[in-house]
Each structure stands twice: as C-alpha cells, then as structure tokens.
C-alpha cells in the first residue's frame, strides 16, 4: 500500500516570494512515481509536475520544482516568484508499479499575499 | 485533442434518487480511473476500468454504487439511492496504458444530495 502525508493544511507566502510544500511518501514498491497537482477553487485538478523514482535529477517545470530526496521519503513542491493566480489547492500523489491508482494526500492550502 | 469530459458538471438530488455520472475517456484512452472528493478532503480511488472490464474496484463501497466502460460510449459511475454523505466531487480520470504515471483528469462531477 502506498501513503502520503502533507503536513500543512495551509500555507501563506508573499507574491514573488519562493515557498515550499512538504510531502512524505511511503511505499514498498521500488518503482513509483510522484506528482503534483493543483486544485483551484473552480474545482479542477491540473497536473504540475511529476518525479520517478529512478529519475536521477529533480523535476523542474518552469516555476515549479521538486525537491526529491529519496533517503528520507520526501518530495517537497517549490514554487519559485509566487502569484496571485498560485492561490489553490495543492495535493501531492503516489503511484506505485504494482497499484494502477494514485493515493493522493489531504492536500495544502496556499494562500499568496499581495 | 479534446481532454477527458466529464458531465453533468454539477448535479443534484434528493435523498434515494439515482444519480450517474458519465466520463469520456480522451481519444485512444482505454483505461478509465474514478475517485472521489469528500469536502476538505483528497480525492480517493474507487474504480479501475477497462473497455467492458473492471479490473480494480477495491476503492468502491460495497452498496448502492457500480461502474461500468462499454465497449460504445462513456464510462458511468451509478450511484442508486443516494444519501447526503455520497455529496462529493467526482473525478474521472483515463489513460493510454494501464501504467499510473500518464493520468488525465476531467472537470469532475459535484453532486449535492439535498
């Protein structure tokens, strides 16, 4: 079985300031992937970024990044010059090779001041 | 390419009635995955589904609730006799091969049991 554990149910950061969700995973799979995605208040869950568990360098897409650090089970989503429109959401997912599902945490409130 | 349609997007009933929720795969997408939303909560799997097959449906209750992916038309997620706690998003999610690193997730489906 696998297991995420998103400690902060909500965060602030200053536009254009750089800020950073946690995520801890578990699994006994050796082969997962780890992902990102965004939940605005329209509903809708849009895919930020994603991390195999073999991939030998962290995963950027443009302003988002992932901090991975396998030792300690950990995937942490930065996101670089905050915006407004960063309001959201945020929900961290596992899927391992041996379960075709996501397991999702219980996601990240982030709030961006202006 | 048109992504993953999910409809109605919102839809309501009273306490007993049925509710089904309809989800169209994207183009070429013979896998179909649907989770569920409870209010401040992350989305939780229910069903895995292949064309005329379910292959995975350990997320789903054991009562009032059934899914099905003909080998003609959308994927339907039934919900018989609804109660309040079934209000929720659902999410219907599809991809290419059976593999978790590839899903697309729809709109979702709000449903409000009054």
């Known amino acids: 079985a696998q297991k995420i554990t998103q400690t902060q149910p909500g965060m602030f950061v200053q536009e254009k300031e750089a800020v950073t969700l946690d995520c801890t995973y578990d699994t006994s799979d050796p082969s997962y992937g780890l992902f990102w995605y965004k939940q605005p208040s329209s509903g809708e869950m849009i895919f930020l970024i994603y991390q195999g568990s073999y991939d030998q360098q962290n995963a950027t897409e443009g302003r988002y990044s992932l901090n991975f650090q396998k030792a300690r089970k950990s995937a942490n989503l930065v996101i670089s010059a905050s915006q407004l429109g960063d309001s959201a959401m945020y929900f961290c997912?596992?899927?391992?090779?041996?379960?075709?599902?996501?397991?999702f945490g219980s996601g990240t409130q982030l709030t961006v001041l202006p | 390419n048109a992504g993953v349609m999910q409809n109605p997007r919102h839809l309501v009933r009273r306490r007993g009635q049925e509710a089904r929720l309809r989800c169209s795969p994207m183009k070429g997408h013979s896998h179909v995955y649907w989770y569920r939303q409870l209010p401040e909560e992350g989305l939780k799997f229910m069903v895995y589904?292949?064309?005329?097959?379910?292959?995975?449906e350990s997320g789903m209750p054991k009562e009032r609730f059934s899914a099905e992916f003909p080998k003609e038309g959308p994927s339907i997620l039934r919900i018989q006799q609804v109660v309040r706690g079934d209000s929720a998003a659902y999410f219907c999610?599809?991809?290419?091969?059976?593999?978790?690193?590839?899903?697309?997730f729809g709109p979702g489906t709000r449903l409000t049991v009054t």
């Open positions: 589904l292949q064309k005329e097959n379910i292959i995975d």
């Open positions: 997912a596992i899927g391992a090779r041996s379960a075709r599902q996501l397991t």
């Open positions: 999610a599809s991809s290419l091969t059976s593999g978790s690193h590839e899903q697309y």
